[in-house]
């Protein structure tokens, strides 16, 4: 795949805090519309590639493109929804107000605004919280008040760090239920993950670990390539053990 066609291209980035070399030669390119999982063990680097990936912390060598825009750009920002892995929210604001906020950070005001603020919650099934204060909601609406804000401003590419931790698994399946709402309509997805039957559900997935990316494939083909019956298995074979 050359570069034009690629959304997202991580080009031979390394990063180290320190001594500790937490990505190591990462090279990887994710196509328009596909649901990406980065899959990987707690400390493998998957917050840290996805925060260079949004602009928040650069390599220390490579770089990131999105869009064919080396990164970090502020240009991209209208393009690009992020969930973090912990819950930028104001407790003492309600759901409505913390919405109304990062609305108008985008520019999104008035009738329009208002619209978009029931849609994305009716999205998280949410929409009977919205005058509910954050700091009453529970983790895991918090998450999907989280989720929500990312939705707002109908990014082209959405990236969610560990996005379900939290939620049940009834709920999770109507979030994936979104996310391929989502997928019709031309958005593309990287979504980290450590949860097993959740990397089932990507149409692709990068096995990272240790910093290190150790395979790449749907996860029909990285199971048929270790003869593995899971994710799990397959992730053991390449390397995870
Ligand atoms: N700002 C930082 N300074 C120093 N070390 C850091 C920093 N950020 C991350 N690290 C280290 O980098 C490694 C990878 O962390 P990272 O958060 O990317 O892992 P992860 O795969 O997202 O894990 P988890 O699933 O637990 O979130 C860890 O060893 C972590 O301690």
Not at 169 to 178: N, T
């Amino acid at each position: 795949m050359n570069k034009t066609e690629a959304l997202v291209s991580v080009n031979h980035v390394s990063k180290s805090f320190g001594k500790q070399q937490v990505l190591k030669d990462i090279h990887l390119e994710i196509k328009p519309g596909e649901i990406f999982g980065l899959l990987g063990p707690s400390g493998a680097g998957k917050t840290t590639l996805v925060k260079q990936l949004v602009g928040l912390d650069l390599p220390t060598s490579g770089e990131n493109y999105l869009f064919q825009e080396k990164m970090p750009s502020l240009k991209l920002i209208e393009r690009v929804g992020y969930m973090a892995q912990s819950d930028a929210l104001y407790g003492e604001l309600s759901a409505r107000e913390n919405l109304q906020f990062f609305a108008s950070l985008y520019g999104l005001n008035g009738k329009k605004q208002g619209e978009r603020i029931e849609q994305v919650m009716q999205i998280v099934n949410l929409s009977n919280h919205l005058n509910k204060l954050v700091s009453n909601y529970s983790g895991g609406m918090k998450r999907r008040l989280s989720l929500a804000i990312a939705l707002l401003h109908e990014p082209q590419l959405l990236i969610l760090d560990e996005p379900t931790v939290g939620i049940d698994p009834v709920l999770r399946k109507s979030i994936w239920a979104a996310f391929y709402e989502l997928k019709k309509k031309g958005v593309t997805i990287i979504v980290t993950t450590h949860v097993m039957d959740e990397a089932e559900k990507c149409d692709r997935l990068g096995l990272i670990r240790d910093g290190s990316l150790i395979a790449v494939g749907t996860p029909e083909d990285l199971k048929a390539s270790t003869n593995a019956a899971t994710i799990e298995d397959a992730f053991l074979v390449y390397g995870g053990a």
